[in-house]
């Protein structure tokens, strides 16, 4: 069983920035993805990027260019790194993974999630 624990969320004005964190623990991993969705109040959950076990990264179109993950497999973790944003970023964020040389698009790709956390941009 993987368990995910994000950080990161809070309140922010239109135009700030926010890093979000995830930490993978629960057993050794080999190879897997990571990856960030958010899902707004009455809206369906949504690919936000995801990065592959080389590197590859996949971004939605909404945040190209304002949003940025990385990752850091030394310590089973992924971020995210939230500028510009604006008040149509709020959401609950979210957390995922998949073993293998997958990459994470949609939510049926996923094999594990974090519990969430709130990323709130007010105007």
């Known amino acids: 069983q993987v368990q995910l624990v994000e950080s990161g969320g809070g309140v922010v004005q239109a135009g700030g920035s926010l890093r979000l964190s995830c930490a993978a623990s629960?057993?050794?991993?080999?190879?897997?993805?990571m990856g960030w969705f958010r899902q707004a109040p009455g809206k369906e959950r949504e690919i936000v990027g995801s990065?592959?076990?080389?590197?590859?990264?996949f971004y939605a179109d909404t945040v190209k260019g304002r949003f940025t993950i990385s990752r850091d497999k030394s310590k089973s973790a992924v971020y995210l790194q939230l500028n510009n944003l604006k008040p149509e970023d709020t959401a609950v964020y979210y957390c995922?993974?998949?073993?293998?040389?997958?990459?994470?698009?949609?939510?049926?790709?996923?094999?594990?999630w974090g519990q969430g956390t709130q990323v709130t941009v007010s105007s």
């Open positions: 629960g057993r050794t991993f080999s190879i897997y993805a």
């Open positions: 995922a993974f998949r073993e293998g040389n997958v990459i994470i698009t949609t939510p049926s790709t996923v094999g594990s």
């Open positions: 990065v592959t076990w080389t590197g590859f990264t």
